[in-house]
Each structure stands twice: as structure tokens, then as C-alpha cells.
């Protein structure tokens, strides 16, 4: 029966006695939006696509609708509605795919005139990005199919925390030595391997193996470095030993060149002859006894 004239107080449009049976309610981003069907858009796996529907309040009392979603992976954000008279309100609903295979599932409108079932269909994207890789989760090697530049076998960009190639690990480790680059970690080099807090430090090759972050060429640390010409000025003559270098004084007749000046530690006078057949080694003009 089709009522010409008049409501009875509270009508939803879904159930209205004058609509056609495939009377169009919903609105949004629904491929289809007759039939009491929602066909959302296909995403994937790791995406989310959403749709609306709105309902309407053609009674003159208000009306409550229970909202219930059946099925994995749909949902909607409200479970009920209250419909004023004459009114509308929208009813959002998303899917969230979790497989290869479509999904399927049911959203149940109920309210004192009745439940009406609207059927859900969701599905998958394997390759959501396009980039030729498909979802790891899905038998892919692709680790973020929202990124087309994201895949196994992608060129890797360090440090900027993303996992470009999909082989894990630390983005701030690109030497792999296991510790990250500065400013994220401690690792002085991170080109080399061999160059992290703790290394095994390899002397004067000018590669700061251990990041203690002092001179390679300072081994004793006592300040002075060894040069290749052993002839500059602060060369320092043994780099074992850090009270000898060129700024400390001499201390004669110890076997030792403390001050890196060269020539006899015997001979204090410099006059050629050396102690003890020297008598006195602090006068130059005297020599042997």
C-alpha cells in the first residue's frame, strides 16, 4: 500500500511504503549505491577506505537506529543514531582489508520499524603502490606497499629512518658494524667497518678506528705527533713514551733523548767527546781529560 497523504510518526526513508525497492540512500565514495549494497574501493593491506551513508527521518517523532557491522574488517564509527524528525544523519563506514581474498560482511539498520540489511564487499590491492612488488604479507617482498619506492631491492637512503630496501637492520648503520652514526650513536665512521667505539686502533694510517677522536699520529698522547719528516721541530721521537717529545727538558746520562733534540745523550756540552771521558761535559771547550 502506498501512503499518498501523511506519516505515521516516525518513518525511515529506507523503509518508506511509496519508494521503489532499489530507492538510493547512501552517499559517499560507494561504487554502489543502490540495492542495499556497499562496495567500498579496493586499497591495500595496509590502507583503509572509507564510505557514508545517510539516513533519513521522514516521520514527525524522532527515531533511534541500532547500528550492528558484521563481518572482518568493516566497521562503522557510531552504533546508534538518533534521527529528529525530518531529519538526517550521516553513518560512516570503513574497511580495513587483512587478505588477499575479497571480504564480505553486512551492516543491520534495526529500529522500531524494522531492520534493514545492507550488504558490505571490500578487497584487496596486492601491490596498493604499483611499484611491481607485492604486500610481504600477502607472499611479496614488498615491506611498505604504501611506498612505491619501498621494496626489496630498492636503492636504501640512510639515515633518514626508512627502511628503503626492506632488509631491516639500522637505519643509522650503514657500515653494518653495529653501532650507529653519529648523532644517533657513537659510530665516528660510519663508511668503515672497522671504525667504531672499541676498535682495534691501526696507528698513523690516519683512520680513527676506536673514535677516541685524538690524534692518529699522537700515540702516547702526550700531545706531539710523528711526522714523516723526522726533522720538524715538534716530531716526536718516540711516541711510546709520553715524557719524551719536544717540549720536555733533557735529563742527560739516562740513555734517553727526552727533549727529541738528537745527538749523544752523553755528550752534554756538545763538544764531541762524551762523558764519562769527558771532565766536563757543561764546558764545550773542555774535552778529554
Not at 139 to 164: K, L, M, N, S
Request: net charge negative.
Amino acid at each position: 500500500m502506498c501512503l499518498a497523504r501523511g506519516y505515521p510518526p516516525a518513518v525511515l526513508l529506507f523503509v518508506l511504503s511509496c519508494a521503489p525497492a532499489d530507492q538510493a540512500y547512501f552517499v559517499g565514495a560507494a561504487e554502489v549505491i543502490t540495492d542495499d549494497a556497499v562496495v567500498f574501493a579496493a586499497t591495500g593491506l595496509d590502507g583503509l577506505t572509507t564510505s557514508s551513508i545517510t539516513l533519513t527521518n521522514t516521520g514527525h517523532t524522532a527515531v533511534t537506529v541500532d547500528v550492528e557491522v558484521k563481518g572482518r574488517g568493516f566497521a562503522a564509527d557510531v552504533p546508534e543514531l538518533l534521527l529528529d524528525p525530518d531529519g538526517a544523519a550521516d553513518l560512516a563506514l570503513w574497511f580495513t582489508p587483512y587478505g588477499r581474498e575479497d571480504a564480505a560482511g553486512e551492516l543491520l539498520l534495526t529500529s522500531d520499524v524494522g531492520t534493514r540489511v545492507v550488504t558490505l564487499t571490500g578487497s584487496t590491492l596486492a601491490d596498493a603502490d604499483e611499484d611491481g612488488h607485492e604486500h610481504l604479507d600477502l607472499g611479496g617482498d614488498d615491506c611498505d606497499d604504501t611506498d612505491a619506492t619501498i621494496y626489496t631491492g630498492a636503492d636504501e637512503v640512510w639515515y633518514d629512518d626508512i627502511d628503503q630496501d626492506c632488509l631491516g637492520g639500522d637505519d643509522w648503520d650503514a657500515d653494518l658494524d653495529g653501532f650507529a652514526a653519529e648523532p644517533e650513536g657513537l659510530d665516528c665512521d660510519d663508511t668503515r667497518a672497522d671504525a667504531h667505539p672499541g676498535g682495534t686502533e691501526v696507528w698513523y694510517d690516519g683512520v680513527d678506528q676506536d673514535c677516541e677522536g685524538d690524534s692518529d699520529f699522537d700515540q702516547d698522547h702526550d700531545g706531539y705527533e710523528v711526522f714523516e719528516d723526522t726533522s720538524y721541530p715538534d716530531h716526536d721521537c718516540d711516541d711510546l713514551a709520553e715524557n719524551v717529545n719536544p717540549g720536555v727538558p733533557e735529563l742527560w746520562y739516562n740513555g734517553t733523548d727526552d727533549d727529541c733534540s738528537g745527538g749523544s745523550d752523553y755528550d752534554q756540552d756538545g763538544d764531541g767527546v762524551e762523558w764519562p771521558d769527558d771532565c766536563n761535559d757543561t764546558d764545550p771547550s773542555v774535552g778529554t781529560c
